[in-house]
Nanobody
Framework: QVQLVESGGGLVQAGGSLRLSCTAS????????MGWYRRAPGKERGLVAVMASGGSTNYADSVKGRFTISRDDAKRAVYLQMNSLKPEDTAVYYC?????????WGQGTQVTVSS
């Protein structure tokens, strides 16, 4: 079983920055992707950013140029640096690890951006 624990959420003013962290534990082998999704109030959960084991990345259009994903495989961690935050970035952010057709989710961390 894989467990994911996120940290780094909080309240920030518009234009500010936050850095989310997620660490995986459990039986993990082979290649896997790690990334972030978010669910805003009243909306479906959607992709924010994901990084494959080879380093390729995919970002939602709404965060390109503002958010940067990175990972440290030695620590089994993935990070999301969020700059120039906007009120519309307010959401619960979920870490995901995808491997062999299976997805594992963290419990989520709240990010609130005030105007």
């Amino acid at each position: 079983q894989v467990q994911l624990v996120e940290s780094g959420g909080g309240l920030v003013q518009a234009g500010g920055s936050l850095r989310l962290s997620c660490t995986a534990s459990g039986i993990i082998f082979g290649s896997y992707a790690m990334g972030w999704y978010r669910r805003a109030p009243g909306k479906e959960r959607g992709l924010v950013a994901v990084m494959a084991s080879g380093g390729s990345t995919n970002y939602a259009d709404s965060v390109k140029g503002r958010f940067t994903i990175s990972r440290d495989d030695a620590k089994r961690a993935v990070y999301l640096q969020m700059n120039s935050l906007k009120p519309e970035d307010t959401a619960v952010y979920y870490c995901i690890l995808s491997r062999g057709g299976s997805n594992y989710w963290g419990q989520g961390t709240q990010v609130t951006v005030s105007s």
